[in-house]
């Protein structure tokens, strides 16, 4: 794990040194069945996996979590155009094939023209960024959800930071979908941020430009956007160049785009994460932060090109949470989904200050660790990973036109703001939080337990399966082949 220090390594006034922090944590097992369809990507799946590991590492004991309560449809209309989000609560597979009257304008011309098609392919799924699926409304209140409670925690006191990993999409706009995106729980909860903070930061090391919330709070000086991202030759969204600073106004230069090209590794990223960060923290002095932590700029990823192992990625985690600032922490992409449940898992003992093996502990989804040797941290040989298409002069080049866009933006200006009346929103702990009483032992899935009597209790003089899985990766064993990404 990366380590718990770095960057400033202030003590919490909560929990008295550099190492502790009063960490919540938000989960909702109705996402583990939600299917963009067969041959998509995007598996949601996953936050159930990290979920489970967070679990198998004995971290559940050390947060508080938050209730389980989904969005409502007025709390997305705090962002999003309410015929857009009529559409959402409306829209099934077979609606969306239903067709209006003469003018044969229906549910799936309006779908359409939001960003939203039909799946393709046989299962579905396939061809389509942002397929119309069953409980597809249902799953953007949940998602949504756990951000919103994430926020008010924060914005509450109760915590210093806040954890939804099925949060984190970024490309979501005011009115449509993309990019696997469908609402902007992102948006939704700096909003809320804002009603208790005078200047909230949002920092992005997903694979992708975080094109949806720049443009959320393109003309405000409360908001910071500083996005880290592949770009270049025709990657999604194709946005997020270095002179992409916000519009004129009161909201320039609070947008910061760092752009990197294919294969950046480790190193190189962290030549350009920690002293830009800095900086920002210096010259914008945010109150409260947010960080997607988008897995797809991990190595190995299905759709990103990016060369970062779990241990520099939870760098950024580990130097942010140095601050000691409220600090809310969100999923996004990430579409090799093993590797996105180490991912996660690594920075919920980050959040924590917690030290954890590499050893993955026997639980029940063992069987999609068997690649990576159960271990979490995985590695790949350099030969199957993208070519490194960053030099050291294109990182100076980047780090110098970082720097000079931050310098336009002055500490003062960023100071001045006038901060509205905070509206004290009521936030009642008691419905925020479960009881202590509440967090038993959650229930076994069915699937958990089958794997669990068939991979650990072996009877009599019958060996195990998970004892075979562990004897049949051999040490000499072509790396290439068991990091075969699972779909």
């Given amino acids: ?40 990507v995007m598996v949601p799946h996953r936050v159930t996996m990290a979920h489970n590991l967070v679990a198998a590492y004995g971290m559940l004991g050390d947060m508080r979590r938050l209730r389980t309560a989904p969005a409502t449809a007025a709390e997305l209309a705090d962002f999003h155009d309410e015929g857009y989000l009529a559409l959402l609560q409306d829209l099934t597979p077979d609606g969306y094939h239903r067709r209006g009257g003469d003018d044969d304008d229906g549910v799936g011309d309006m779908a359409r023209a939001r960003g939203i098609h039909a799946a393709e392919g046989k299962g579905g799924g396939r061809g389509v960024d942002n397929p119309v699926f069953d409980r597809l409304w249902d799953y953007c209140l949940r998602y949504s959800g756990g951000s919103l409670a994430a926020a008010r925690a924060l914005g509450g006191g109760t915590a210093d930071i806040a954890i939804n990993w099925s949060g984190g999409m970024h490309h979501a706009c005011r009115g ?78 609070c947008a910061l785009n760092v752009p990197v090209s294919m294969g950046i590794g480790d190193e190189e990223y962290h030549q350009l994460f920690e002293p830009i960060m800095a900086r920002v923290m ?34 950024c985690v580990s130097f942010i949470r140095s601050f000691n600032l409220p600090l809310l922490l969100l999923g996004g992409g990430g579409y090799t989904i093993n590797h996105v449940a180490s991912c996660w898992c690594n920075e919920t003992a980050v959040a924590i200050g917690k ?58 200006a960023a100071a001045s703001v006038q901060f509205e009346e905070r509206r004290h ?27 669990r009597k068939l991979y650990f209790e072996p009877t009599g003089d019958q060996e195990s399966l998970y004892s075979k899985h562990r004897c049949n990766v051999q040490p000499g064993e072509s790396s290439s082949r068991k990091q075969r990404k699972l779909k």
């Fill in 176 to 253: 449509g979908a993309r990019g696997f995106c469908y609402v902007n729980d992102i948006v939704l909860a700096i909003r809320e941020l804002l009603a208790h903070f005078r200047r909230v930061l949002y920092v992005d090391i997903d694979v992708h430009h975080g094109d949806g919330v720049e443009a959320a709070f393109e003309a405000s000086n409360r908001v910071m956007t500083v996005s880290f991202h592949q770009h270049g030759g025709g990657f999604f969204p194709g946005s997020g160049a270095v002179a992409d600073v916000g519009k004129k106004g009161p909201g320039q230069y």
């Fill in 1 to 40: 794990m990366a380590g718990v220090g770095g960057g400033n390594s202030l003590p919490s006034p909560s929990c008295g040194d550099d190492k502790k922090r009063r960490v919540c944590y938000y989960y909702d097992p109705g996402i583990s069945t939600v299917d963009y369809g067969e041959g998509h």
């Fill in 282 to 315: 210096e010259v914008f002095q945010p109150e409260a932060v947010v960080l997607q932590c988008g897995a797809d700029s991990l190595a190995g990823d299905r759709l990103g090109e990016l060369n970062l192992t779990t241990r520099g990625h939870a760098q």
């Fill in 425 to 451: 929103r009521s936030i009642d702990v008691g419905d925020l939080y479960y009881d202590p009483r509440e967090q038993e032992e959650e229930e076994e899935s069915p699937t958990a337990r089958l794997h």
């Fill in 355 to 412: 030290e954890i093996p590499n050893d993955i502990p026997k639980h029940g989804f063992d069987v999609f660790y068997k690649n990576q040797e159960y271990k979490l941290h995985y590695t790949l040989e350099t030969k199957h990973l993208p070519r490194n298409r960053n030099t050291a002069n294109s990182i100076d080049a980047i780090r110098m036109a970082a720097m000079a866009n931050l310098s336009k933006l002055k500490l003062e």
